[in-house]
């Protein structure tokens, strides 16, 4: 979505809303040959809050997507994904149109549609590749109510709705409003995602409510889980994840050291998660660093692929986009169990971030510096547990053990104090002493060995 700046200046043309006819920040429809094509949001019928993100389109070219479909508003071929060399023919993806409408081309129409386009695939090895499961819908974020003149009200027994619909394994910037109409928004999965989003708030509020009524004894009860408890698959790391839950049952800051690769460190991280979905009344928030980030939204996915988890990332706009659609609801309930996001984005956005009471803070990588660096911010975040997890041994450094000793002795309200004894300051033999009680576990890939700590 492109925002259009405030002022006109230096003798440039700077477009107005073509309701108002002012300048501001303005939705702009990606409509092939659009000519209103730019609105303040509140401006619209009905009217938005905030600039929305993904590819919008104006009433009129929603007008003849319905009529003569969704290629009509494309402004042509964007990419190409594959050949069948046998045929002919490319995999392409079309301008403003999601992969859901992508098509194979016979090579000579596309020669003369977008022969650079083809010189540039033939010549370069294709980094990413093509996934099916960008077609498939992962999240409804905003329902639009279709609204035309009178002399079109037949338009509406067709279609009375969009929806902006976020792809699986996809950002936010790439959602793209679809037709309610359209066949992959009617089968079982698709109206599943309808009801979900339709619910989202309510849940959100009358989950509260029942937390409230249940008391923190009853949600923290059952600490242990069993064998019956876990896909059998997934057996092997229960005593992990009751260690941790141990911890949080108590409302005890933890800290586990796990060897393994990425992927099965945070494995055991999101099934503890996962574990503590009905028992919790607090959203729950995962921070990596930049690099492993991807590796929880893939597990994440894999795992859980219903759950309730947003994935923050992206540029300042889009966050913000983000945080309107997916955080709070009308009455200020957070709608979401699970925030993944990495350190950068937590300490730029730590204003909008920090008044949340979390259930739980989970920091992957902590001997990484992009994490450590951070932990001054961190602290300063509510939380009922803070939960830090290392890829390796720490380090036989006081500076070490004194930053993970200052987030784990420093309580769970935000604080900037510690309890840290005096002598771990300057004895190393200290800090370790006083670091064993917060250890839940380590996990040794080379022995493939498990110490779990009392």
Request: aromatic share 10%; hydrophobic share 40%; glycine share 4%.
């Amino acid at each position: 979505m492109k925002p259009s700046e405030e002022s006109a200046t230096n003798g440039h043309h700077h477009p107005t809303c073509v309701i108002c006819k002012r300048y501001g920040q303005l939705l702009w429809c990606a409509g092939n040959g659009c000519i209103n094509d730019h609105f303040h949001p509140h401006c619209l019928d009905p009217p938005v809050e905030y600039i929305i993100p993904g590819v919008w389109h104006c009433i009129s070219c929603v007008r003849k997507k319905i009529l003569f479909g969704e290629h009509v508003v494309s402004h042509g071929v964007e990419s190409i994904w594959e050949v069948r060399q046998a045929e002919k023919k490319y995999w392409v993806k079309y301008e403003g149109l999601a992969h859901m409408h992508n098509s194979w081309i016979e090579e000579a129409e596309l020669l003369r549609e977008a022969p650079r386009l083809v010189s540039r695939f033939n010549n370069i090895n294709q980094a990413i590749r093509w996934k099916v499961e960008w077609t498939v819908p992962h999240r409804l974020l905003m329902k639009r109510k279709l609204s035309f003149s009178k002399r079109d009200d037949d338009i509406l027994k067709i279609c009375s709705n969009e929806w902006l619909v976020k792809w699986t394994g996809l950002d936010y910037e790439q959602a793209t409003w679809e037709l309610e109409s359209a066949s992959f928004l009617k089968g079982p999965k698709a109206l599943t995602l309808m009801k979900d989003f339709e619910t989202r708030q309510e849940k959100a509020e009358s989950f509260l409510l029942e937390a409230d009524k249940q008391g923190k004894d009853s949600l923290r009860k059952s600490s242990q889980l069993t064998v019956d408890d876990l896909p059998q698959a997934y057996n092997c790391h229960l005593s992990h994840i009751n260690q941790l839950r141990k911890y949080w049952s108590k409302g005890h800051n933890a800290l586990c050291i796990d060897e393994h690769a990425d992927q099965v460190r945070v494995l055991k991280i999101i099934l503890f998660i996962i574990s503590l979905h009905s028992n919790v009344s607090m959203p729950i928030l995962v921070i990596s660093t930049p690099k492993t980030l991807n590796v929880w939204e893939d597990e994440f996915l894999r795992i859980a692929p219903s759950a309730n988890i947003v994935v923050y990332k992206g540029y300042k706009d889009l966050r913000n986009s983000i945080r309107s659609l997916e955080f709070f609801n009308k009455r200020g309930c957070i709608m979401f169990q699970v925030l993944l996001t990495s350190s950068d984005v937590v300490v730029e956005d730590f204003e909008e971030l920090k008044y949340i009471g979390w259930e739980a803070i989970i920091m992957d990588e902590c001997e990484s510096s992009t994490m450590s660096e951070y932990f001054g911010k961190f602290k300063l975040m509510t939380a009922k547990i803070m939960l830090l997890v290392l890829g390796s041994q720490i380090k036989d450094s006081l500076t070490d053990y004194l930053g993970l000793l200052y987030l784990l002795e420093s309580g769970n309200h935000g604080s900037d104090s510690n309890n840290m004894d005096a002598e771990c300051l300057t004895d190393i033999d200290k800090a370790k002493k006083q670091m064993e009680p917060y250890i839940a576990f380590e996990s040794k890939s080379c022995f493939s060995q498990f110490v779990e700590h009392a």
